[in-house]
């Protein structure tokens, strides 16, 4: 089966401008996460979703948001790029949300803000 | 800070040895997983240990876990060039609802 998509794989931005990543889950997960992925924070939490409600969020400024379809897909917006926000992002789908699923990661989406 | 924190942060070994990376926790647990992450792809997800389990095998891997001293050990046996990867544990605490991960170790296996 198909596994978790992300598009698109890179991505240069300007610094001030917004970007749009999009995740695909795998089909018949109902839970997508979101991570940012830097050399110096490691793999740090964005949010979660499942069925279209943000069940949680990272310790994030409000200028990252993102939202789920109703087939399990989802977007992440970061408004007003800086140049921290250059990273790895990875999104990650699961069954379910809880303890006892693991997750399935996509391959990320590498954002370099210039 | 970040709840896991895996030693040592860089291992490098010869074909066919072992490898054993630990991983060091703060809050009690529902579970803890670990991530295979090839250079600058996503993360693979390798194994997940309930916290009323201590010691879970698959293929290679020996997973253990010892919640009294929040801490796990992922075993890599008979290691190949194809093991080197970076290595993530998470946990899942028991209160609150995300996942947190280590800063990891990097294997390198030597031909």
């Known amino acids: 089966k198909a596994g978790v998509t992300q598009t698109p794989r890179y991505l240069i931005k300007t610094r001030g401008q917004q970007v749009t990543l999009s995740c695909s889950p795998i089909?018949?997960?109902?839970?997508v996460s979101w991570y940012q992925q830097t050399p110096g924070q490691g793999l740090q939490f964005l949010f979660e979703?499942?069925?279209?409600?943000?069940?949680n969020k990272g310790n994030f400024p409000g200028r990252f948001s993102g939202r789920q379809f109703s087939n399990s897909r989802s977007e992440m917006n970061v408004s007003t790029l800086e140049l921290g926000d250059s990273a790895l992002y990875l999104c990650a789908s699961s069954l379910r949300p809880g303890p006892n699923y693991g997750y399935t990661f996509g391959s990320g989406t590498r954002l370099t803000v210039v | 800070s970040q709840q896991g924190e895996e030693d040592p942060q860089a291992l490098s070994i010869q074909e066919g040895e072992n490898a054993t990376m630990n991983c060091s926790y703060k809050?009690?647990?529902?579970?803890l997983q670990w991530y295979r992450q090839n250079s600058g792809r996503g993360l693979v997800h390798l194994i997940l240990i309930r916290s009323n389990e201590r010691e879970k095998h698959s293929g290679r891997l020996r997973v253990t876990l010892d919640t009294s001293k929040k801490s796990s050990s992922l075993l890599i046996t008979a290691s190949r060039a194809a093991d080197t990867a970076s290595y993530f544990c998470a946990t899942d605490p028991s209160t609150g609802n995300q996942f947190y991960f280590g800063t990891g170790t990097s294997l390198t296996v030597i031909p």
């Open positions: 979703y499942f069925s279209e409600t943000q069940r």
């Open positions: 089909s018949g997960h109902r839970s």
């Open positions: 809050t009690s647990i529902n579970n």
